[in-house]
Structures are given as C-alpha cells and as structure tokens.
C-alpha cells in the first residue's frame, strides 16, 4: 500500500519560511516524479512545483517562483519544499502527490497517490 506523510506545516508570519517533508513508502519511490499541491478555502486545487524522478527537471507555479524550491531525497524516500518569503495568499492545505509517471506534470489526474495535506497559514 502506498503512503504519502506529509509534515512541516504551521503558522508563520508573513516574510517566514517553512520546510514540508513528505515521506513516501510502499512504492519504488525514485521511478516517479513528485508533486506539491496546494487548496485554499473556497478554491480550487492548484499544482506548486513538481520535480521529476530523478530532480533534473522541476516546474514552479508563477506565484511561488523564486520563494520556493522543490527537493527529493531518494534514499530516504522523501521529497521537500521549502517555502521562503511567505505571503498571507500562500495560506493553504498542502499536498504531495506521487506521478503516474517518472516525469511531473501540472494536471492533478496525473497523480494517482496523495498525502493527507498539511496545514500553512501565514499571518500578516
């Protein structure tokens, strides 16, 4: 059975930072690429940054390009962002999802595998 762990969520004030961790187990974990989602009260799902099997190629969201990087660690089966400068907007549910693929892609039905989420809110 496959299991996302994500953790490292919090409250933060605005211009902080935050590390999420998500901790994969149950599936080869370095043959696929990993995404970060994130949902808002009242919006819809929206892709962060995803990063392929291997790091070599990772995808940012125009909102979080420059604050955020996007990180695995393959022989520990975990994947990583960090947010930095963080905004009152960031606040959301953040998700990891594993690909379908060994590549990332930006539709969220690419993913087949989800963590529960972790709570960031950033105060102004």
């Known amino acids: 059975q496959v299991q996302l762990v994500e953790s490292g969520g919090g409250l933060v004030q605005a211009g902080g930072s935050l590390r999420l961790s998500c901790a994969a187990s149950?599936?080869?974990?370095?043959?696929?690429?990993m995404g970060w989602f994130r949902q808002a009260p009242g919006k819809e799902r929206e892709i962060v940054a995803a990063?392929?099997?291997?790091?070599?190629?990772?995808y940012y969201a125009d909102s979080v390009k420059g604050r955020f990087t996007i990180s695995r660690e393959n022989a520990k089966n975990t994947v990583y962002l960090q947010m930095n400068s963080l905004k009152p907007e960031d606040t959301a549910v953040y998700s990891c999802a594993s690909s379908k693929g060994s590549t990332w892609f930006k539709l969220s039905n690419l993913y087949d595998y989800w963590g529960q989420g972790t709570q960031v809110t950033v105060s102004s």
């Open positions: 149950g599936r080869t974990f370095n043959r696929y690429g």
């Open positions: 990063i392929s099997w291997n790091g070599g190629s990772t």
